[in-house]
């Protein structure tokens, strides 16, 4: 079956930095790779996704890329703010087919 | 529109007790996941429905665990009897197919 392995655990940048998550998987099947957000006690909220037909995708601040060949994806979120602190995974699945999670990065943003 | 629903949002119980979780997903969505999030881990999939059939509950301890969707809506998520090491966020989500919606999940704290 599919296994997400995630890195680093812990992500310490200044306000303005650039902060960058990486994620690998193992099931060359997988066409669908989704980012959330998780705040402290509440729910995983989708951030942004990408499929396997593309390359790289961009939402304000948020991009994704992904590298098919070597199986990995990277989350990259530029100008961080103090609210983008929080536990973010990645995730990876194929079609109609359930997620596989990554083991989330805890990303702090200082002042 | 509407959110996932889950209920209850907190709730503990003494280990070999039973207790159950409740999920209506948002409308039109066929396919609902139950994920169990253990404190600082990335979610899990216990069981995955599409309508009211199972797709995937090779992860779902059934010694213990059940779930059902009855009419292919709403869904309950039973654990009989609990153990110290079933305490985690019991995350309900949907799908039309593709990313998922969560729901804000259960909070099962088994002493």
């Known amino acids: 079956g599919e296994n997400v392995e995630q890195h680093p655990s812990t992500l310490s940048v200044q306000e303005g930095d650039s902060a960058v998550i990486k994620c690998t998987y193992s099931?060359?099947?997988?066409?669908?790779f989704p980012w959330y957000k998780q705040e402290l006690g509440k729910r995983p909220q989708l951030i942004i996704d990408?499929?396997?037909?593309?390359g790289e995708k961009k939402d304000q601040r948020i991009a994704v890329t992904l590298n098919k060949t070597a199986k990995h994806f990277s989350l990259h979120i530029t100008e961080t703010q103090p609210e983008d602190s929080a536990v973010y995974f990645c995730?990876?699945?194929?079609?109609?087919?359930?997620?596989?999670f990554g083991t989330g990065t805890r990303l702090l943003v200082s002042p | 529109e509407a959110g996932v629903a889950q209920s209850p949002r907190y709730k503990i119980i003494e280990k070999r007790q039973s207790v159950a979780f409740w999920c209506n997903p948002i409308?039109?969505?066929?396919?609902l996941y139950w994920y169990q999030q253990i404190l600082g881990q990335g979610p899990k999939l216990l069981i995955q429905?599409?309508?009211?059939?199972?797709?995937?509950d090779s992860q779902l301890p059934k010694d213990r665990f059940s779930a059902e969707r009855l009419k292919g809506v709403d869904s309950t998520l039973k654990i009989q009897p609990a153990k110290l090491e079933d305490s985690a966020v019991y995350l309900c989500?949907?799908?039309?197919?593709?990313?998922?919606?969560f729901g804000s999940g259960t909070r099962l704290t088994v002493v």
């Open positions: 409308s039109g969505h066929a396919t």
């Open positions: 099931d060359s099947a997988s066409n669908y």
């Open positions: 989500a949907s799908s039309p197919g593709g990313g998922y919606t």
């Open positions: 995730a990876a699945g194929a079609g109609f087919q359930k997620l596989v």
């Open positions: 990408i499929r396997s037909n593309v």
């Open positions: 429905f599409q309508n009211n059939g199972v797709v995937d």
